[in-house]
């Protein structure tokens, strides 16, 4: 019944997101699309599609995010033109200014947006929201398409262009949006919910430049420092603790510095402790300007997003979460190792 609920809910959001963005379209516009902080390969690739998309429609749009993404994702198509806040902020600003709509992609919360929430703050502007992200507060949007039960934003995306039509699918937003399915999915091994997908990105593929150059395009593409610090990150500074089901991963500024660190560098390196069959939670904790990061994964019902939220001024998915603390390294590898006897059930309750 609960199920059968979810789904006519979901089907009455879709209707009327689909006739409230159909009245928004009706004639041109000039959209900004913001996407999260620490940008990954769906709020890139759902934003340029989603932007290129309204394009197609007669309407201006530009895509900004607060701060550079990583090398990896660089050649999306039109990546080039994502206007990066922290490298231009006057410039940004004049862009949110005079933008009469703010499309809000793969974040619900304004201070998901770094850098730009200030402006975003000050600005009386009409808002719509595309995400897959929990606790969306609806007010706030002229139109809201938010579902947790998607792999991504970018498969959300690619459900409102095929609504319009297979014919306002090309090249590039194809590939822009299979980036965003298959980073978000670990290429289709979670956060695969339900069977549409696959479908969906038949259709995305059919379009898209070859499945397996995008493939290679995000994965194959270490420097060997990066690769290196893979290495090091697994043999010697991965701590596994039986009990809680989990690893934990620590890097300091120092040990990230010695690998010459670029951005996206630690990106996946949380993902390899889980392979591990008796693991049921990693956390990947690292030391930033200022500032230390976590990065959750869980596998099963364990949900990362409550801990990340309760402890981590964080959140995200069930399976995937992030969160920082203003500490030392020390001082939050002991929160850590203080909440985990909470969760000690639930982290040892295998499903
Ligand atoms: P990652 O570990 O790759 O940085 O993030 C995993 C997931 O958690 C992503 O979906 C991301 O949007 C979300 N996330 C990461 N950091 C935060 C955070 O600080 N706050 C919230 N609410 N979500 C986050
Ligand atoms: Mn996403």
Known sequence: MLIFANYFGCIMQRKQFFEAFDAV??????????????PDGDAIGSSLAFAQFLKKMGHQAEVMVSNDFPEF??????????????????????LLKSAEVLAILDFNHVSRSGLV????????????????????DF?????????????????????????YGERYLDESI?????????????????????????????????????????????????????????????SNKMEVLDEYATAIIFLSKEELAKFNYQVGDTEGVVNFPLSMKKIRMSVLVTERQGVIRFSFRSKGSFSVHELANKYFNGGGHTNAAGGTLTCSLEAALEKLHQVLPEYKDLLNQMD
């Open 25 to 38: 379209i009706q004639t041109p516009k000039r959209f900004v699309v913001v996407s999260h902080v620490n």
């Open 73 to 94: 994702l660089a050649w999306m198509p039109g990546a080039c033109n994502v206007h990066i806040y922290d490298k231009a902020p006057e410039a940004c600003d004049e």
């Open 117 to 136: 929430q200030n402006t975003i703050k000050e600005l009386n502007i009409n808002k719509i929201l595309i995400d897959h992200h929990r606790d969306t």
């Open 139 to 163: 007010d706030q949007f002229l139109c809201a398409l938010s579902d947790t039960n998607v792999s991504s934003t970018s498969e959300l995306v690619a459900e409102l262009i095929l609504h």
């Open 174 to 234: 194809a590939t822009n949006l299979l980036v965003g399915i298959i980073t978000d999915t670990g290429s289709f091994a979670h956060s695969v919910y339900h069977p549409e997908i696959f479908s969906i990105c038949a259709k995305l593929v059919d379009k898209s430049v070859s499945y397996n150059q995008i493939h290679r395009l995000i994965y194959d593409t270490f420097s060997e420092d990066r690769l290196r610090l893979l290495g090091y990150s697994i």
